[in-house]
């Protein structure tokens, strides 16, 4: 990693997975460690640990507060963006240090996911895609509105049928959102029958292949 990460709170504590050549592209995810490519460095920043209202206020790792999973409950609107702006403190770094922001891309699963999502809609640069696995679009209300702009920008949303934590149809609500904010041509959608709240090799089969889509050798 190039540059002063002691700048960027998260990057301090991130686990950066190096390219094994000259890295021309980042993604910045906190579930694709698996993910190996070898143009491409991984930053994987962990949520700090927060008092989450639907865990009881018990402290726990989260990027925002959680009021409830259902599209209508109360979000953390303050939480959800300056979780935001932490997540694009690491993408200007990046920029700083060489890598353009069309190669770098935002992934996560869950309320990973949902930050990414939210992250890369309301971001200055255009980025290269979002890989949003099991998840939603928070403060959804607010969009289109609340977008940057950016409609050309890829999506790869994965979710598992037997979500019970997030249903699927949660994720389809998200998808169909999402064609109101980019391109419904960039949007790709994909269930997995039988799959809970977490991954599976086929999901991340779609996910390495949309990256090197994505984010090809340069």
Sequence with gaps: MCGNNMSVPLLAEAVTISGMEKETAAVSANTLTGI??????FICPHAPPIPVTLNMKSMMPAWF???GLSPDCQEDESGIKKAADSIKAIIEHEVKNGIPPHRIMLGGFSQGGALSLYTALTCQHQLAGVVALSCWLPLHRSFPSASSGHKNIPILQCHGEMDA?????????????????????MIT????????????????????????KYLPRI
């Design 36 to 41: 190996q490519l070898p143009h491409v460095k």
């Design 65 to 67: 507060d959680l009021m």
């Design 165 to 185: 934590m997030i249903p699927a149809h949660f994720g389809a609500m998200t998808a169909e959102k999402l064609k109101f904010i980019v391109d419904p041509q």
């Design 189 to 212: 959608f994909k269930t997995y029958p039988g799959l809970p709240h977490s991954s599976c090799p086929q999901e991340m089969a779609a996910v390495k292949e949309f990256i090197e």
